[in-house]
């Protein structure tokens, strides 16, 4: 028990150390997040930048994915194996794109007077 408390603790610290610097910063280094978060769920990256319409596609395409995937996959053997490419390639260029809309825009997360704020620069 205490070795499960001590490293909740390390980690949580860990965390915070790397979290907390993060909103201090000036420079446009976040748009990593947007990035991180469509690689993991595809279209969230877009959400975040504020592009609804291709956050849909690209969340739909991935349901996709896995849908025709594993129902093709019930008939055709061993086609279940490449869903899971499929949807890694999909991630990584859902990732892609989420990161060069944010870097393009000047995404920020950071702090203001009036607390946490998720910025971007609109394009006309």
């Known amino acids: 028990m205490k070795r499960a408390l001590l490293v909740a603790g390390i980690l949580?610290?860990?965390?915070?150390?790397?979290?907390?610097?993060a909103f201090g910063?000036?420079?446009n280094d976040d748009a990593w997040i947007p990035g991180l978060a469509s690689f993991l769920i595809p279209g969230?990256?877009?959400?975040?930048?504020d592009e609804l319409d291709r956050a849909l596609i690209h969340f739909g395409v991935d349901v996709a994915i896995y849908v025709a995937?594993?129902?093709?996959?019930?008939?055709?053997?061993?086609?279940?194996?490449?869903v899971p490419a499929v949807h890694l390639a999909w991630a990584?260029?859902?990732g892609i794109d989420?990161?060069?809309?944010?870097?393009?825009?000047?995404?920020r997360l950071?702090?203001?007077e009036q607390g946490a704020t998720?910025?971007?620069a609109v394009r006309f």
């Open 12 to 21: 949580g610290c860990l965390m915070v150390g790397l979290v907390v610097p």
């Open 25 to 27: 910063q000036d420079s």
């Open 44 to 49: 969230l990256g877009q959400l975040l930048n």
């Open 69 to 82: 995937g594993f129902t093709v996959g019930a008939y055709v053997p061993y086609t279940w194996y490449v």
């Open 92 to 94: 990584v260029y859902s």
């Open 98 to 107: 989420a990161y060069n809309v944010a870097k393009e825009t000047k995404f």
């Open 110 to 112: 950071g702090w203001t």
């Open 118 to 120: 998720v910025a971007y």
